[in-house]
């Protein structure tokens, strides 16, 4: 029987990327043109085209403006969880900021879904090797599970050496199960597999060949992640630098058509369902 890989969908606007913290600041967040109700929406029917549940990993912010998007996602079908409030890295803020960002996410989602939300995602995937203490954090504010650490090297994120599958964490105030980002292992790297910018810029088959790899040779799931900003090719364009804009605007005319064939390819359902009995 086909392992069945986790749908996740971190849903923010484009102008909230960490790409644009310098270009767009917090204060002038109400002022953008929002386009996450419709994109999130476009996402909430493909997948109900592909019978398809996922885990929408809700920003508070977004949460706080669009309840009704937050009980439409709980009403088809799909796992709320929490991608933070005001999308800072963990690693910019202190212990205390951090507890107060997840703590209102959780109470604004859990008000508009009438659901317990369990998991949290950080922006970026910032729980890093300087950012451990969050995961203390996230035991008392009541999250059973953790999906914001990525094996990977990369400039604004990752642990490289952290490991490749899902497992439960020790802290002191207890254990927190971690779901990271999918990887491949090649020789002693690990390469991403997991989607979002790594979908669309790389070839389709790069990551059809690297989910294929892990649920047939190592018999795990693949954690797959995306944006509802990855579907909206007409989004307004934001200045940045080159390495930026590759990576927030390449390709984002074939996600749609790329998500399709993934979900053609590979069986998928929520993190919760997924990690049954695990993220209890």
Request: aromatic residues 12%; hydrophobic residues 35%.
């Amino acid at each position: 029987m086909a392992i069945t890989n986790a749908m996740t969908v971190d849903v923010e606007d484009y102008f909230h990327v960490s790409v644009f913290e310098g270009v767009v600041p917090r204060s002038s967040w109400t002022s953008m043109e929002s386009r996450v109700q419709a994109n999130t929406g476009r996402l909430l029917d493909l997948f109900d085209e592909h019978a398809v549940k996922s885990t929408f990993f809700v920003l508070g912010w977004v949460a706080e403006r669009y309840p009704g998007l937050v009980r439409a996602i709980v009403q088809r079908g799909h796992e709320l969880a929490s991608h933070g409030y005001g999308h800072r890295l963990i690693y910019n803020q202190t212990p205390d900021d951090f507890r107060e960002d997840v703590r209102r996410a959780k109470g604004l989602l859990e008000d508009a879904g009438g659901v317990e939300v369990r998991g949290y995602r950080a922006p970026s995937f910032s729980v890093t090797t300087r950012s451990m203490w969050a995961l203390d954090v996230l035991l008392e504010e009541r999250y059973s599970y953790d999906a914001s650490i990525f094996p990977i090297r990369h400039d604004r994120y990752g642990i490289p050496d952290a490991p490749r599958w899902p497992h439960h964490v020790s802290r002191a105030g207890g254990k927190i199960y971690e779901v990271p980002g999918t990887t491949v292992r090649m020789g002693r790297t690990n390469l991403p597999v997991a989607g979002g910018g790594y979908f669309r810029i790389l070839p389709y088959a790069w990551t059809r060949w690297g989910i294929k790899r892990v649920n047939e040779r190592e018999q795990q799931p693949a954690i797959f992640y995306l944006h509802p900003w990855e579907v909206d090719p007409a989004q307004p364009r934001l200045p940045a630098n080159a390495l930026g804009r590759l990576r927030h605007y390449r390709n984002l005319h074939k996600t749609e058509d790329r998500l399709r064939a993934l979900m053609r390819d590979f069986r998928f359902g929520p993190l919760n369902t997924v990690l049954s009995g695990c993220v209890s």
